[in-house]
């Protein structure tokens, strides 16, 4: 008898090529973040689901009966790359295909526009696109000069081989796709965790994955918590690497459960990243209309909630004023509600509890001394924005300090703080003066002084009159605090491969080095 709707629908967990329940039965409810109702409810995934999940992908790597296979002989590892990238572009195109009900269901389940939903769906297909094309156009191996023509000596790339993937809410299924793609390219297995609170898009990811061809048990997805699905991924034995997304606090545990079994870790943690304005961007009317609203979108698009977003404006004083007033009332006028309404501009936080969080770094602010310029409340309800959504105001805190936890911590939420230097110097210094190191930004009009600080700022991506692009083909990834290893870019494939050096010797012979 099939499926009624309801069991269905709690069939969120993929392993082995098998949609299943939770072992436990156990499910979650998936809050719409504008009106903090439930629209959808999944598997609750445990320590037992993901055991199974793993032993899929250890097979699908491994092949044989059961896995028994040696290490790699599986039938995805051994596809040859031009049959992977066709996959891939596969992928791609039923991305497109499916771009307005994957973009409205983004949407619902973070709570971004749906026009924010739409491009993100844009920027997977890219993603897909641009990892078939790099493995592709790749020779077969390096060839290494050994300085004898009786040696030929190679280095080839091969697949680490299953690949925990841990992928954060905000951004779920874009984030997803820097790793999938990259680790299918090259030739590996995975297990998926979505945060357990934006999961559906992954979920959906996953059928893409299937529907394109892919091998049984090469894709598998648990849906859970982080405290039992992905703390058991991290330490699991047959995990040859996790790559992770999300906060410090977390990446941290999962390095550590990691460092057991000596796998392979990539993480990306976040950054409390600059936005320095230098005086001379906006000496014209022009450009500092653009300075100021790129500023808007830095700090305010996904109401913050971006680990890249330009949360700390650092302006030089003879603009301060002007830049944060004009700054402060663009900010009162952003329209908020549900993200599928027209004429929205930005949705609510992801849940009361980052809500929560944001009110708690905007108080502690003021009591240290912030001046409270735009927002720091939650809006009236309006038709556009149900009582119960988890709104609050694009805030923007002037007056602020290094010393300030504010200033320091992630936010994670509609909140700019606003700091001043007067020489170039000093600005790289406060930009720097962070323990993050994901990404910043410098606004001048002097293409020496931005070249000069761009070299100097000791982040991973930096932008120039700009704020928030990437590229596929480029590396993305921070210093210090914001994380390990690369994703996008050639980097990125690189972290889901191994290195193998093979020295063939075309003329043997006794070496003689022992007498006797």
Request: charged share 25%; with cysteine; glycine share 12%.
């Amino acid at each position: 008898m099939a499926d009624s709707t309801e069991q269905q629908a709690r069939k969120t967990i993929h392993a082995g090529g098998e949609w299943r329940e939770a072992v436990s039965g156990a499910t979650r409810e998936i809050i719409d973040p504008a009106d903090a109702l439930p629209f959808a409810v999944v598997a609750e995934g445990d320590e037992k689901d993901t055991d199974i999940a793993v032993a899929a992908a250890r097979a699908a790597f491994d092949g044989g009966e059961g896995g028994e296979g040696g290490a790699g002989e599986g039938v995805w590892p051994r596809t040859p790359a031009a049959g992977r990238a066709a996959l891939l572009r596969r992928v791609a195109d039923l991305l497109v295909r499916d771009r307005e009900k994957l973009g409205l269901l983004e949407s619902r389940d973070a709570g971004k526009t749906v026009e924010e939903g739409r491009v993100d769906i844009d920027c997977v297909a890219d993603a897909f696109r641009y990892f078939a094309d790099l493995v592709a156009a790749e020779a077969p191996g390096r060839v290494v000069d050994a300085g004898t023509p009786d040696v030929h000596s190679v280095v080839v790339h091969e697949p680490v081989g299953v690949c925990a993937l841990i992928t954060p809410w905000n951004y779920p299924l874009l984030q997803a796709s820097w790793k999938i793609a990259p680790a299918l390219a090259a030739g590996n297995t995975f297990v998926v965790k979505p945060s357990e609170i934006t999961p559906l898009t992954t979920i959906a990811l996953i059928d893409l994955l299937v529907e394109a061809g892919l091998p049984a048990g090469v894709a598998n997805i648990v849906t859970g918590p982080g405290h039992s699905v992905g703390a058991r991924l991290a330490e699991h034995p047959d995990v040859d690497l996790v790559s992770f997304t999300g906060g410090l606090t977390s990446g941290t545990k999962v390095a550590q459960a990691a460092a057991v079994s000596v796998k392979k870790v990539a993480l990306e943690l976040g950054g409390k990243n600059p936005n320095v304005v230098f005086a001379d961007a906006c000496a014209t009317e022009e450009g500092f209309d653009t300075a100021v609203d790129q500023a808007l979108n830095a700090a305010f698009i996904h109401s913050g909630q971006v680990c890249s977003a330009g949360s700390r404006l650092i302006v030089e004083e003879t603009v301060r004023e002007r830049f944060v007033a004009e700054l402060a009332r663009r900010a009162a006028k952003i329209r908020l509600g549900r993200g599928t309404e027209d004429g929205v501009e930005c949705g609510p936080l992801v849940s009361e509890q980052q809500r929560a969080r944001t009110e708690a770094y905007v108080a502690g602010a003021l009591a240290e001394g912030a001046v409270l310029r735009s927002g720091g409340r939650r809006p009236e309800p309006a038709a556009e924005r149900p009582a119960g959504g988890y709104f609050y105001e694009p805030t923007v805190l002037d007056q602020c300090h290094r010393e300030m936890t504010v200033v320091r911590e992630e936010v994670f939420g509609p909140v700019l703080t606003v700091e001043t230097f007067r020489a170039e110097d000093e600005a790289v210094a406060l930009a720097n003066d962070t323990e993050y190191g994901l990404a910043g930004a410098v606004w001048t009009a002097d293409a020496g002084r931005a070249r000069r600080v761009a070299g100097r700022l000791r982040h991973g991506t930096v932008w120039i009159n700009d704020f928030h692009p990437y590229l596929p083909q480029a590396e993305w990834g921070g210093f210090g605090k914001s994380g390990v290893g690369r994703e996008l870019g050639p980097s990125g494939l690189a972290e889901y491969r191994e290195a193998k050096h093979v020295y063939q010797n075309l003329a043997p012979r006794p070496v003689r080095w022992f007498a006797g």
